[in-house]
């Protein structure tokens, strides 16, 4: 008798320790991930930052190189990435970037009520968004029109998870690789079908309009946050 419970308890240990060691490797990936992008997208922000910084200071030191004194000039850049292209077929090219391990950076976005500061990559891909948010749709940051932003909703809370805390009349602001940070402000948030796709290509009657797009945690349905420049 002593024996076979013995045994049972040896089981129920080991079935314990095996449980223990998956949990153990599950959350150790999630904090190793959540640290490796945070290096990584506060590497590339760093790099964007700094390009953006010695663009404004070249300007300025030569003034002859721009019509407008108060007009900055950012590096021309090409390659794949400066090619966004939308869910619905439609592109726009974006002729300016900032690149980093192969990225092409077209913009910075900063949530201040959710602590959300990430650059804006120039085109939508598997890869792409798993380092950052990017582009999925539109003009690009800071064009008229309807600029359709994309993130994911990680448990660990990084990119667009925490996107269900924002209200009407939140903040969000987005910098270009002009060096130029606009000012949006919320004025509407949808819960829509992964399939519905119509709200990208709305008039906005020659507005700056931002849409951020991200999926529900169950993965059935898209949150989308409206914002349009304050």
Known sequence: MNSKYSKLLTVILIVAIIIVVILFAFFGYEIYNKYYVEKQT??????FDNSISNTVTNVVSNPENTTDSNEVVAPVLSGDENTTTGQTGGSSSSSTGVTYKGYTMVGKIEIPKINVSYPILGKTTKTSIE??????????????GNTVIVGHNYKNGTFFSNNKRLEAGDEIYITDTDGNRLKY?????????????????????GKREISLSTCTDDVNSRLVIFAREA
């Not at 506060?42 to 790099?47: A, G, I, K, Y």
Request: net charge negative; no cysteine.
């Open 131 to 144: 380092v950052a948010v990017s582009v999925l749709y539109g003009p690009g940051p800071n064009k008229v």
């Open 185 to 205: 402000i919320i004025y509407d948030k949808q819960l829509l079908a992964p399939e519905d796709f119509d709200y990208a290509a709305r008039d906005t009657q």
């Open 42 to 47: 506060s590497d590339m922000l760093d790099v």
